[in-house]
């Protein structure tokens, strides 16, 4: 089924080394437009740096990755920045929440567009018309993706004083004002309870649809990433040790193992 | 919203009109006598030093000890350009504070790279430099001594210390609208976001580098400015212009006044000069009496005055009516009470 949807990403034997230490080697993977896929492990699998080498805050020792942004151009990932790599279309969020705390929410959001301005330097100091209409613009999408996550009326708030689950989702909401075709999220569940994380992974799900944008997520639950993700990498100790439907990779001894230890998979 | 806006921009451009414009009047007729009016003047090229570290501490978010250098630069290229190439003032003013926004980009370039707080040291190191050089091209700088710079400003009794006034006060409130604008719009947002992080600022589009570089180099231009209007309102300057205790006076506003309030440190350093003359009657105690008045603010209020808040002029008009609406409802209420205790009064 894969094969017939164009390939967005491709990461082919990459592989980085800290020091002594190989943190992420030999790591594989294809990504097709509009997927769903989960990258799971382990905590210290990994996961966190193959998000940083995807997303250009950290150069990969060696190996190449690959992407194909909207207009089917090629892009070599390895030594673009990550605003660079934002402005191609590579839109992550951050496990440890990154947000412009003393800034409202909405600004946060309103940075995302930067890169989409329509002003110059000229417009913004002497306020012509056209930096009204860009500012209007913004504004208007703001509140749009605001909205995706019942947030329109925090718009005002500053960010630091949102409560968590909403801090989280703020950041998603800010990774998709950017246009991003692929969207790397990183623990987007982490700290929420289980009802709230249900609720999460139904909009990301309808968030895939509406946006028709890519969605590589990490989670270390596999049983969140079970009922949304197409398909399921498993990382653990740097290493891609399964991969396939969320069924073959549940019921794969290594997998297992790595989960629960050896005695388990027995 | 649009109404809004207008009615908003007439009120603060009424405000400003007559902020310079009443003051030049009444040194004019010298209602307020040439030593208050030298004072307030001053002020107002300390205000712009402010809002030159202010751009780069508190809105770029990095740490600058040489913003007097720029200052320096600012001071020296206005006299050569005017004194040896016979540049009218008002251009060589502008030329001056291009100059010192270029020698903002070439230190910014290697420096702002980094993370960290490199610039701090080589800002540091720049001011000495500046200063140092000063000092000892005695044939262009007039070295130690200084150079003289009559001007209209500094010399004419008559017309010069309310033209200081209009001209200075003028130009400090062209800058303080121009920063608004910028700082309140999508480049300005830029410059915050790396200010805030500049990790999750680089993820989402903005290049960490270049916006450092603009705060930078903007904080530059105005610091330029600043001493472009200094040399001639003195009509003498020192190379000691750019030492390090010049930097950290400037630095002392922004602290003071609340490090990213533009009005905060605009505030803190008119308030702050005239404090310093006000203080002369404790003789050499007030040199005891600053660092006093400095400590307090860091114990009580560490964030600076107004910390990271602007006093708006259209917030407070707001804030008034709204109370008035609410004191007309409470009467309303209160007077219909009464109305009704006066009808049950009669009824009994």
């Not at chain 1, 329109?152 to 004002?177: M, V």
């Not at chain 2, 033209?163 to 300005?188: C, D």
């Not at chain 2, 404090?275 to 008045?293: A, D, S, T």
Request: glycine content about 8%; aromatic content about 8%.
């Amino acid at each position: 089924m894969s094969d017939e949807k164009k390939l967005i990403l491709q990461a082919s034997d990459v592989s980085i080394v800290f020091g002594g230490l190989r943190a992420v080697s030999d790591f594989n993977m294809n990504l097709h437009q509009g997927e769903l896929v989960g990258l799971i492990g382990p905590n210290g699998a990994g996961k966190t740096t193959v998000f940083n080498m995807l997303s250009g805050v950290y150069t990969p020792t060696s190996g190449e990755i690959t992407f194909w942004d909207r207009h089917g151009k090629v892009h070599v990932v390895n030594k673009k920045s990550p605003a660079a790599l934002n402005k191609i279309g590579i839109a992550r969020t951050f496990q440890n929440i990154r947000l412009f705390g003393n800034l409202t929410v909405a600004d946060n959001v309103r940075i995302a567009m930067h890169a989409q301005r329509k002003v110059s330097p000229f417009d913004v100091l002497f306020r012509t018309p056209r930096f009204f209409r860009d500012e209007l613009m913004m504004t208007l999408r703001v509140e749009s993706l605001l909205s995706l996550f019942n947030m329109k009326k925090k718009g005002d708030a500053l960010a630091k004083n949102l409560p968590y689950g909403e801090q989280r989702k703020l950041e998603i909401a800010r990774a998709l004002a950017a246009k991003p075709t692929l969207l790397l999220l990183d623990e987007p569940a982490a700290g929420m309870n289980p009802q709230e994380t249900k609720e999460l992974m139904e909009s990301i799900a309808a968030i895939r649809k509406q946006f028709k944008v890519t969605i590589l997520l990490i989670e270390h639950d596999m049983k969140l990433v079970m009922g949304i993700c197409e398909r399921l990498f498993v990382l653990d100790y740097g290493r891609i040790i399964a991969q396939g439907t969320p069924q073959e990779v549940v019921s794969n001894p290594q997998v297992i193992k790595a989960y629960l230890g050896e005695d388990a998979a027995v | 919203m649009k109404n809004k806006f207008y009615r908003n921009t007439a009120i603060l451009g009424a405000i400003a009109f007559v902020a310079v414009f009443v003051p030049t009047l009444l040194i004019k007729l010298d209602v307020i006598n040439a030593y208050t009016a030298q004072i307030i003047t001053l002020g107002g090229i300390n205000a712009i030093m402010a809002l030159s570290v202010n751009i780069v501490c508190g809105i770029t978010g990095q740490l600058s000890l040489g913003q007097a250098g720029f200052e320096a630069i600012g001071a020296y290229s206005v006299i050569l350009l005017t004194q040896n190439l016979g540049i009218p003032l008002p251009v060589s003013m502008v030329l001056a504070a291009l100059i010192a926004a270029f020698f903002g980009f070439l230190i910014g370039f290697p420096t702002l790279k980094l993370e960290g707080d490199y610039l701090a040291i080589v800002t540091l190191a720049f001011g000495e430099i500046i200063r140092v050089v000063l000092v000892n091209q005695k044939g262009i700088t007039g070295g130690p001594n200084g150079k003289q710079f009559p001007t209209i400003l500094s010399t004419d009794f008559v017309w010069g210390p309310a033209l200081s006034y209009l001209v200075i006060v003028g130009v400090l409130v062209a800058i303080i609208i121009l920063l608004q604008n910028f700082i309140r719009s999508t480049y300005g947002r830029a410059i915050l976001a790396v200010r805030e992080d500049e990790i999750a600022a680089n993820s989402n589009g903005v290049s960490v580098f270049r916006y450092k570089m603009v705060g930078f180099v903007v904080a530059s231009f105005v610091g330029g400015i600043g001493g472009a209007l200094y040399a001639p309102f003195i009509g003498f300057i020192k190379p000691d212009l750019a030492s390090f205790n010049n930097s950290i006076n400037d630095l002392i506003f922004v602290v003071l006044g609340g490090m990213g309030s533009v009005t905060g440190s605009v505030l803190a350093a008119f308030v702050l000069t005239y404090l310093q003359e006000f203080l002369r009657f404790l003789q050499n105690y007030r040199l005891l009496f600053y660092p006093v008045i400095l400590i307090l603010v860091m114990l009580f209020r560490p964030q600076g005055l107004l910390g990271m808040k602007e006093l708006s002029f259209i917030r407070s008009i707001e804030l008034v009516q709204h109370i008035k609406r609410v004191r007309a409802m409470q009467r309303e209420k209160a007077g219909a009470k009464q109305a009704n205790e006066t009808e049950g009064a009669a009824e009994k």
